[in-house]
């Protein structure tokens, strides 16, 4: 059966993907940044889940508005990074668990839950950045990755509640899931910033810390904040938070918090990293 080791939270922000990809984490605007993310790593080192669940979105690489899925799961043996533009990162080839996310998809869609499946699908720096925030620089990825995308680009998104849901339908997919495994499962994206307009470059630390505080400890209240709340407090990418509460749904109701990490600024971001491990 799946074990499932824990859920990580933590921001996706391309910058922290270049800042590594150009040898730049010791410089003086990084260092704290990086500094804070070793605690995680050796998180990550201990637990050595076999598989990883990345919960992210897509910035337009593999979709455009032509097609706005609200949530995909990729079920190909591999996943190669995607030309954001600029070339793809110099990171590894992300291997898929074709068996497990074959399994998520059907439990999910019995489940009502209507994902669309991709067969074939680079990844972004939504899903890359967070692998190298947890796993650094290797060779190749140590774990299996399952990618979960999910539309925070295009009005509507998902609510809060109905990702906070699906990660329940997740975890009752894993426990339904007959080989032994560890998995671990990320939330990422966020947490406030704004790229565009008058607001550009807003950062609320407050709301922040209490969305940090109770994502442990009452995450039913956060899975009832509005659409118009993520947009007035935390800027109009704060949304991407939302993604945070499917890791948690798929964590039991008591948890602990092993580690946190939250830096102003990476870029014009705040960055948060959070781990919780369900209270056996």
Same mark, same amino acid.
């Given at each position: ?6 859920? =990580? *939270? ?7 993907? #270049? ?7 010791? $410089?003086?605007?990084?260092? *704290?940044?990086?500094?804070? %993310? $070793? ?20 910035? #337009? @690489? ?13 079920? *190909? ?25 074959? &399994? ?12 669309? /499946?991709?067969?074939?699908?680079? =990844? ?8 190298? /925030?947890? +796993?650094?620089?290797?060779? @190749?990825?140590? +774990? ?10 295009? %009005? ?6 109905? +990702? ?70 935390? !800027? @109009? ?11 948690? !749904? ?10 946190? &990490?939250?830096?102003?600024? *990476? @870029? ?6 959070? /781990? ?5």
């Amino acid at each position: 059966m799946v074990k499932l080791v824990g859920g =990580v *939270a933590t921001s996706h922000v391309p910058s922290i993907g #270049a800042a590594m990809d150009n040898g730049k984490t010791q $410089e003086p605007y990084w260092k *704290a940044l990086f500094d804070g %993310y $070793e605690p995680a790593r050796q998180w990550m080192r201990d637990k050595a889940p076999d598989v990883v669940i990345v919960v992210f979105n897509d910035h #337009a @690489s593999a979709f455009s508005l032509d097609l706005i899925p609200t949530f995909l799961i990729g079920v *190909a043996d591999q996943f190669p990074p995607a030309d954001e533009g600029y070339g793809p990162r110099k990171v590894p080839m992300v291997d898929g668990h074709a068996e497990l996310a074959w &399994h998520l998809a059907e439990s999910l869609i019995l489940d009502e839950f209507d994902m669309t /499946i991709a067969n074939t699908m680079p =990844v972004d720096h939504g899903l890359t950045v967070p692998l190298s /925030i947890m +796993c650094g620089q290797p060779e @190749s990825w140590p +774990c299996k990755v399952i990618p979960l995308c999910v539309n925070v680009i295009q %009005y509507p998104p998902p609510t809060g509640m109905r +990702c906070y849901k699906l990660g329940k339908a997740i975890r009752r997919a894993l426990d339904s899931f007959d080989e032994d495994l560890s998995v671990a499962i990320f939330g990422t994206g966020g947490m406030s910033h704004q790229l565009q307009g008058e607001r550009a470059g807003i950062i609320n630390q407050d709301f922040d810390t209490d969305f940090l505080n109770r994502l442990g400890s009452d995450p039913d209240s956060l899975a009832k904040i509005p659409h118009a709340d993520y947009i007035m407090e935390a !800027g @109009s990418e704060g949304i991407e938070l939302v993604m945070w509460l499917i890791m948690r !749904g798929a964590l039991d109701d008591n948890v602990i918090e092993v580690y946190r &990490h939250y830096h102003v600024p *990476a @870029s014009n971001t705040a960055a948060g990293l959070i /781990i919780l491990e369900n209270d056996d």
